[in-house]
């Protein structure tokens, strides 16, 4: 099992940049890949970007792309997602999720999730 830690949310105007961060603990980091998921008030959780075990591969949803980055670094533990332009629609709680196989964008494949934190963009 692999628990998972999510920081780094706040409050930003629009247009500027945050990164939050997911920790892990638990079983070797590297053995899972990671999705960004977000749900902002009476909207359904969404898709926001994942990473592949080794961090070679990346995917977007259009709504993010060009904007926000994925990256890891398994020797920390630790998946970030760098947001920039931000806009006050990425206003929402932003989990992190994990899962022991490959990358995927649905949240339903993924087995282990964070708490969340916030993200508050302001126009």
């Known amino acids: 099992q692999v628990q998972l830690v999510e920081s780094g949310g706040g409050s930003v105007q629009a247009g500027g940049s945050l990164r939050v961060s997911c920790a892990a603990s638990?079983?070797?980091?590297?053995?899972?890949?990671v999705g960004w998921f977000r749900q902002a008030p009476g909207k359904d959780r969404e898709f926001v970007a994942a990473?592949?075990?080794?961090?070679?591969?990346?995917y977007y949803a259009d709504s993010v792309k060009g904007r926000f980055t994925i990256s890891r670094d398994n020797a920390k533990n630790t998946v970030y997602l760098q947001m920039g332009s931000l806009r006050p629609e990425d206003t929402a709680v932003y989990y992190c999720?994990?899962?022991?196989?490959?990358?995927?964008?649905?949240?339903?494949?993924?087995?282990?999730w964070g708490q969340g934190t916030q993200v508050t963009v302001s126009s």
């Open positions: 999720a994990a899962r022991s196989d490959y990358v995927s964008s649905y949240l339903d494949d993924y087995d282990y």
């Open positions: 638990g079983r070797p980091f590297s053995t899972y890949s």
């Open positions: 990473i592949s075990l080794s961090g070679r591969n990346t």
